[in-house]
């Protein structure tokens, strides 16, 4: 995809921010780009990270997110603030890079598993079958095995109940709170004997089970493995919200002791390094970082120089008006008010919204944005929250009504001198 395209498909899920799309486009594009060259050049060319400066709510985290959905990279996001500087309690800033092998496993492995479904559906059909015939006594008398695959296998069976073997795995040891989890079974591995136990499932559930153990036999795990580690080195994705929280300089004492740590923690990981992970060594070379933050009371400029050097690429995200909560209420697949008509829908009330009302609706977002807190396009959902309140409450049981939201019904819901939403904000 070109950049243009690239920005095109964010527009359809993010209102605005045309630079940090503008940005994260030409990362992506990038990534390609590499991609063609000879293996000498690409050695040479690293990503272009990227800090997005901006406040809560403004689609800091759905850009990036949306970018790798559209390439199926690996993709994480990680809060700055649950680690913390080696020596102190909390997680190490490696496990980032762990965490997004982890997601390369699962997205390689859902690939794998789509390949192999009809084999692994057909095996694990001959399998209920077989083990209809020797359990059930429901059959009817002299159906035969080629019968019942094919009843099976045409979920006319699905409410049957039937007993089969399943793999009893360990439940996973916490080894501190918030912390990393250890499981016995892993550690030993083939040593010990695979532990199985009983259950009775109807044949739908049996199905899906048996096919996921077909699927993972048909499967190679050590190229699964391979192709993940090469996927998250390469087309990695890698992003780190609230760094504004771990800027500027560390106090003696207290929660922020160790932030200049973790930055000076996260400068490796960044600049590249080899992080071994269960699978093996990762390099962290061409990761794609994207950090965020609002940057209200620190500065881009209070991190520590070194890891500055290794975000070339600012964007400031603006913040919304009016025009861009209309949008965002009208025109995305998503919208809140779509998600309302059809959740209300269900006790058989008809929603709908008139171009004043939503017009009302954005012009309260924006006013609350401007004299409380600013938290973007989040304010929306307080605001219809509380104008469908009594509407979700006051039901009747079989009675269909129509409700229409127009402007004078907002501002009903809404008095003008206060308009006051401390009740739907945390």
Do not use: W
């Not at 409410?159 to 439940?171: L, N, R, T």
């Not at 699978?279 to 400029?301: E, M, P, Q, R, W």
């Not at 600013?374 to 929306?380: E, K, M, T």
Request: charged fraction near 30%; include cysteine; aromatic fraction near 6%.
């Amino acid at each position: 995809m070109t950049p243009k395209q690239i920005v095109n498909e964010l527009d359809r899920y993010i209102v605005g921010q045309f630079n940090a799309k503008k940005a994260v486009a030409i990362a992506l594009r990038n990534r390609y780009r590499r991609s063609k060259l000879p293996l000498a050049d690409r050695e040479e060319i690293t990503p272009k990270n990227i800090i997005m400066k901006g406040p809560t709510g403004v689609g800091k985290t759905e850009i990036a997110r949306r970018l790798a959905k559209l390439v199926k990279a690996p993709f994480l996001k990680v809060e700055a603030t649950k680690y913390t500087e080696v020596g102190y309690v909390g997680r190490d800033v490696e496990s980032m890079v762990r965490d997004l092998v982890e997601v390369s496993i699962r997205l390689v492995k859902d690939e794998r598993y789509k390949e192999v479904e009809s084999r692994a559906f057909d095996r694990a059909v001959e399998r209920v079958a077989d083990l209809l015939l020797k359990q059930s006594k429901e059959l009817p008398e002299g159906l035969t095995r080629v019968a019942v695959i094919d009843e099976v296998s045409k979920h006319n069976l699905d409410q049957m109940q039937v007993e089969i073997s399943v793999a009893d795995i360990p439940k996973p040891v916490e080894l501190q709170a918030g912390g990393g989890e250890i499981n016995i079974g892993n550690i030993f591995g083939d040593m010990l004997p695979k532990r199985t136990k009983k259950r009775v499932v109807t044949v739908e559930e049996a199905l899906r089970i048996l096919a996921a153990e077909e699927s993972e036999k048909l499967i190679d795990l050590d190229s699964v493995e391979s192709e993940a580690l090469k996927r998250a080195e390469n087309d990695g994705v890698i992003f780190i919200d609230e760094m504004d929280k771990i800027a500027g300089k560390s106090s003696q004492n207290g929660p922020d002791v160790s932030r200049e740590g973790v930055q000076r923690d996260i400068l490796p990981i960044v600049e590249g390094c080899t992080v071994s992970t269960k699978y093996g060594n990762i390099k962290t070379d061409y990761i794609l970082f994207i950090a965020s933050g609002a940057f209200h009371v620190s500065k881009v400029s209070d991190l520590i120089p070194e890891l500055q050097g290794r975000f070339p690429v600012l964007v400031e995200l603006d913040s919304l008006g009016v025009d861009d909560f209309i949008k965002i209420l009208t025109e995305p697949e998503n919208a809140i008010t779509q998600q309302y008509k059809k959740l209300l829908a269900v006790d058989n009330i008809d929603l709908s919204f008139t171009d004043d009302g939503i017009a009302e609706i954005a012009n309260v977002a924006y006013d609350q944005n401007n004299t409380l807190e600013d938290i973007g396009a989040r304010r929306l959902q307080s605001i219809m929250e509380h104008i469908v309140e009594d509407i979700s409450y006051d039901i009747d049981e079989g009675e269909t009504k129509k409700v229409v939201i127009d402007r004078q019904y907002v501002l009903n819901n809404f008095r003008t001198e206060s308009r006051n939403l401390k009740k739907y904000v945390l």
